[in-house]
């Protein structure tokens, strides 16, 4: 690190016009530095401005946004100084991108390799065939399977997670002094994740670039980052490198979020004055399904033959990777999506499995929260409006009584009761998954099913969720089934864990002893990947190659 | 007279949140247009200077005057007076229907998005249909079979613009219909009524009205285009549509017979848009 560095960023601002014409500071004056060849971490919330920060090394802004104060230089270029002809010039051979999204970033119209390579032809930088046999060696380098053909397949023809790492490598073909990686394993499920960052580590290892890491999970860029730098607000809290900032954080935001990692671990509730020995919920070969029916059989078919028990008082988590068929199960069991086989005990009742056919007590005892507040509250509808609906359908309350049982609700998920006279869009994501969770409990129900309520909220913000939900289920004497793809999360909540594989209960487990009991490989696999706060953890991590290919759908 | 009270509709129901709508200018101009329209429609049949059917001058397309204020059309009748009488056929045949048009077809529309299956497909199917006849042509064969009144010159622009509403509103409340907050409303075990009117109607609405706006200014010429045909208001009565088009020879002439009734459909057209366009944000675009 003797050598200048090669990005150094200075007291640089960028701010925003909000739709009523007020000016806002979104950066507020950050400065670091980045030296040839190191990895550079950026943490912070939503709202934090890293992603601001990140396309700003490129010279890009977000419509609405400008650059207001501060320079960016990197390598010999003085970014904010330039015209956008000069940066265009800049992108992709000086600093690169690879976008979240690889899927949305792919044109799903041409193939791989053309757009692989699209950076060489527009700079110009060499010879088609020249261009292809450097992306071939890229593929290899990022442990890409069949990497002399791959290139001529379509986007839609390879999976997430190779995606993802094809996204790579269109931005190192320009051989850029500095890659800016945008939150690039987020959207990818922790086994996917894993090859991925892998092969990221791999090819930044032997080719001395530089990187900027963007990223909510401080597991996930203790595996990759140098450096990290704290976010807050468009503003550095603290910066260190990774060894410190996970060890001695100085900066009591750095602890808020290292204190959101920690796992904590559930300690079941009594459940009083309720019949212990009965379950709650018995699902027994639950069968369900898409599309078009044959022979009362739906076509694409996703649950097959789920059975489990559901105590009172206690808690169940359901894991799985995308598309395992946890939100199906969920929905079979609240019966919006019907299940064709099987059946559903509910308090010692056979459940229909239409809606329609269920009676309003059953509707009513079991309630469901959807992963994204945004559409599960109606925009158009005040926060009271939608806290009142249940209680008028269920309980006929009206008037003062009603306004009452509003007002204890939202003292219930910790919110002031002056947010009942406001819109859904007016409030934070955090605010908008307790009024969720609130709509649930105006119904009084025994049991309540959460799809992946806490994925779409940051650690801190998620944390406080996952502790409200416990305070209440001690109040109330609920019982949740919890359905998540965060291994952390599920072990926070919840008594027994169902792991999912391919709309199949592959094995069921008490959440405590989750990792030392897994008997299945899949379970295995699946709990194995999930990162950890040590930096050494992924070098140190090993799984066997073959029973990773046999599960992760290559 | 539909478009202020559908407003205070939604001004009752969001009274508890305690917000007070305010207008733009441009929306206060379009309304009061339409509200002064509306007076004439209503009261203008007391404050003619002269019978409608009445030739008051021998000199056709007479020019303005203290006598005739908007001059005289092709027979020597004073259009001012005209204009007031057509007020009455055009604004309330043409809000008559838009409003029965939208409201229908946006009702239905909401219906089959929501039930889906066999209803939607049906009604799809048949509105589909029903669209390919073309508007005039239809209109002939029902004035040729029940004759012409105001009564079926309505219900006749109605069915004429309905499937186009219906279509619009079902492809809206399709969208809205698959949001989450509607899946835990049904999950609740609301019934369709309660799914239509408080979860998707509100989330709609602003583009419902938009599409009303649009709907009611093709309604105004379709108007004039029966009456052209002499399928609309019976002589000696006439809308403005048929003024202007029985006048159309004074055009030459540089008449006023021609220009006042064009300006009074375009007043009315261009202030029912400017409105809706500006009606407060609140109620135009809920969903964002």
Same mark, same amino acid.
């Given at each position: 690190m003797t050598d200048a560095p090669l990005v150094s960023v200075r007291d640089f601002k960028v701010g925003a016009t909000t739709d009523g014409g007020r000016k806002i500071d979104i950066i507020r004056g950050v400065s670091f530095d980045i030296a040839p060849g190191e990895i550079l971490a950026l943490i912070g919330e939503s709202g934090s401005g890293k992603t601001t920060i990140a396309l700003s090394l490129l010279g890009y802004t977000r419509p609405g946004c400008e650059m207001t104060g501060g320079t960016i230089r990197v390598g010999e270029n003085d970014v904010t100084a330039m015209s956008e002809t000069e940066r265009c010039k800049l992108r992709g051979v000086e600093v690169s991108y690879v976008p979240q999204s690889a899927a949305a970033a792919f044109n799903p119209s041409k193939?791989?390799?053309?757009?692989?390579?699209?950076?060489?032809?527009?700079?110009?930088?060499?010879?088609?065939?020249?261009?292809?046999?450097?992306?071939?060696?890229?593929?290899?380098?990022?442990?890409?399977?069949?990497?002399?053909?791959? +290139?001529?397949?379509?986007?839609?023809?390879?999976?997430?997670?190779?995606?993802? *790492?094809?996204?790579?490598?269109?931005?190192?073909?320009?051989?850029?002094?500095?890659?800016?990686?945008?939150?690039?394993?987020t959207a990818l499920d922790v086994t996917t994740q894993i090859e991925v960052l892998k092969a990221f580590r791999s090819v930044l290892e032997k080719t001395n670039m530089s990187g900027v890491y963007v990223s909510h999970d401080l597991a996930v860029v203790a595996q990759i980052a140098d450096r990290m730098i704290v976010l807050k607000n468009g503003e550095v809290q603290e910066e260190g490198t990774t060894e410190q900032i996970l060890h001695a954080p100085a900066h009591p935001y750095t602890r808020e979020l290292l204190a959101a990692f920690e796992p904590v671990q559930h300690t079941p509730i009594e459940a009083r004055g309720r019949d212990v020995d009965h379950p709650l919920l018995e699902v027994i070969g639950l069968h369900a399904g898409y599309?078009?029916?044959?022979? *009362?059989?739906?076509?694409?078919?996703?649950?097959?033959?789920?059975?489990?028990?559901?105590?009172?008082? *206690?808690?169940?988590?359901?894991?799985?990777?995308? +598309?395992?068929?946890?939100?199906?199960?969920?929905?079979?069991?609240? +019966?919006?999506?019907?299940?064709y086989r099987g059946s559903v005990l509910f308090e010692g009742h056979e459940l229909a499995p239409d809606l329609q056919n269920r009676t309003k007590k059953q509707l009513q005892r079991a309630q469901i929260v959807f992963q994204l507040a945004d559409t599960a509250l109606n925009p158009a509808q005040s926060i009271g409006t939608i806290l009142a609906r249940p209680l008028t359908f269920y309980h006929g309350l009206r008037g003062a009584a009603r306004d009452k049982r509003v007002n204890e609700l939202l003292d219930m998920v910790h919110l002031p009761k002056s947010l009942r006279h406001r819109l859904?869009?007016?409030?934070?994501? +955090?605010?908008?998954?307790?009024?969720?969770?609130? *709509?649930?409990?105006?119904a009084d129900p025994v049991l309540i099913l959460c799809d992946e309520i806490t994925s779409a909220l940051d650690t801190v913000v998620a944390a406080a969720i996952l502790e409200l939900m416990r305070d209440l289920q001690n109040e109330l004497n609920l019982s949740y089934m919890f359905i998540s793809h965060d291994l952390s999360t599920v072990e926070a909540i919840c008594d027994d864990v169902l792991v999912m594989y391919k709309g199949a209960v592959v094995e069921a487990l008490p959440a405590a002893r989750m990792s030392a009991d897994a008997q299945h490989p899949y379970s295995k696999l699946l709990i194995s990947s999930v990162p950890q706060l040590d930096p050494n953890w992924l070098t140190s991590l090993e799984q066997d190659p073959e029973l990773v290919a046999a599960f992760s759908r290559r | 007279?539909?478009?202020?009270?559908?407003?205070?509709?939604?001004?009752?129901?969001?009274?508890?949140?305690?917000?007070?709508?305010? =207008?733009?200018?441009?929306?206060?101009?379009?309304?009061?247009?339409?509200?002064?329209?509306?007076?004439?429609?209503?009261?203008?049949?007391?404050?003619?200077?002269?019978?409608v059917g009445k030739i008051v001058d021998w000199n056709f397309f007479g020019p303005v005057s203290a006598k005739y204020w908007m001059g005289t059309d092709y027979l020597?009748?004073?259009? =001012?007076?005209?204009?007031?009488?057509?007020?009455?056929?055009?604004?309330?045949?043409?809000?008559?229907?838009?409003?029965?048009?939208?409201?229908?077809?946006?009702?239905?529309?909401?219906?089959?998005?929501?039930?889906?299956?066999? =209803?939607?497909?049906?009604?799809?199917?048949?509105l589909d249909a029903f669209n390919g006849i073309p508007s005039l042509l239809f209109g002939l064969v029902v004035v040729a079979a029940v004759g012409s009144s105001i009564p079926v010159l309505i219900l006749t622009l109605t069915a004429i613009y309905m499937p186009g509403s219906y279509r619009f509103a079902r492809a809206l409340a399709v969208n809205i219909n698959t949001m989450d907050f509607v899946t835990v409303a049904r999950a609740r075990g609301e019934a369709t009524p309660y799914l239509i009117l408080r979860e998707i109607f509100p989330n709609i609405v602003g583009s419902v009205l938009a599409d009303l706006g649009l709907r009611f200014v093709f309604i105004v010429l379709v108007l004039s285009g029966l009456s052209f045909l002499g399928l609309g208001v019976q002589p000696p009565n006439a809308d403005?549509?048929?003024?202007?088009?029985?006048n159309i020879e004074g055009l030459s002439y540089g008449a006023p017979a021609v220009i006042f009734p064009s300006l009074a459909i375009a007043s009315l057209t261009i202030s029912v848009n400017m409105f809706i366009d500006n009606l407060p944000t609140r109620i135009r675009d809920r969903s964002e």
């Open positions: 193939r791989i390799m053309d757009q692989v390579i699209e950076i060489a032809l527009i700079h110009k930088l060499m010879p088609r065939a020249e261009a292809e046999e450097h992306a071939r060696s890229l593929f290899r380098a990022l442990a890409l399977p069949e990497p002399d053909t791959i +290139g001529n397949r379509y986007p839609h023809q390879v999976s997430g997670g190779q995606l993802q *790492r094809l996204s790579a490598a269109m931005a190192l073909i320009g051989d850029p002094k500095l890659v800016v990686f945008d939150e690039p394993t599309g078009r029916v044959e022979n *009362r059989e739906p076509t694409i078919k996703v649950l097959e033959d789920v059975s489990f028990t559901l105590k009172p008082g *206690r808690n169940l988590g359901v894991i799985g990777e995308s +598309g395992s068929g946890k939100s199906t199960l969920a929905r079979a069991i609240a +019966g919006i999506l019907p299940a859904p869009g007016e409030l934070s994501g +955090g605010q908008k998954q307790r009024i969720n969770l609130a *709509r649930a409990l105006a | 007279m539909t478009l202020p009270l559908r407003l205070s509709r939604a001004r009752g129901t969001s009274a508890p949140r305690q917000r007070t709508y305010v =207008f733009n200018w441009a929306g206060r101009i379009g309304l009061a247009i339409i509200v002064m329209w509306c007076a004439v429609a209503i009261i203008g049949q007391w404050f003619t200077p002269y019978p020597g009748r004073d259009i =001012f007076s005209r204009v007031m009488m057509g007020a009455r056929y055009t604004v309330g045949i043409a809000l008559a229907a838009v409003t029965l048009a939208c409201a229908l077809g946006v009702i239905l529309g909401m219906i089959a998005a929501v039930m889906g299956g066999w =209803f939607d497909t049906i009604v799809s199917r048949l403005w549509g048929a003024l202007v088009r029985e």
